[in-house]
């Protein structure tokens, strides 16, 4: 499976924004997604995840309630929207497939990544 992200851009604090990730392949139902962001100079961190069919998510502590995970698995395609956006939101987001077993929140647990897209926010 080939991940591409878009969406990012740049946004003032408080606004909401919409990330996508498209993915190619027939076996895109077959798996679990996972978005990770890394801001600069900072570790990848775990934002949350959906299970193959859309019906289990799990989301980190640190974006709770601000952020929602959606997919649509006819069209290929897996969405994050953020909302109440801070300037510590700043980074680059990323989309991964889940290994099947492997931690929700585990970078190492998944396998294909995107190339990422910027997302900034200013104050």
């Known amino acids: 499976v080939q991940l591409v992200e878009s969406g990012g851009g740049s946004v003032r604090a408080g606004d909401s924004l919409s990330v996508s990730c498209a993915a190619s392949?027939?076996?895109?139902?077959?798996?679990?997604m996972g978005w990770f962001r890394q801001a600069p100079g900072k570790e990848r961190e775990f934002l949350g995840a959906i299970s193959m069919m859309g019906g289990v998510t799990h989301y980190a502590d640190s974006v709770k309630g601000r952020i929602t995970i959606s997919r649509d698995n006819g069209k290929n395609m897996v969405y994050l929207q953020m909302n109440s956006l801070k300037s510590e939101d700043t980074g680059v987001y990323y989309c991964?497939?889940?290994?099947?077993?492997?931690?929700?929140?585990?970078?190492?647990?998944?396998?294909?990544w995107g190339q990422g897209t910027q997302v900034t926010v200013t104050t």
């Open positions: 392949g027939r076996s895109f139902s077959l798996h679990a």
């Open positions: 991964a497939t889940r290994f099947v077993g492997s931690g929700w929140d585990v970078g190492s647990g998944y396998g294909s």
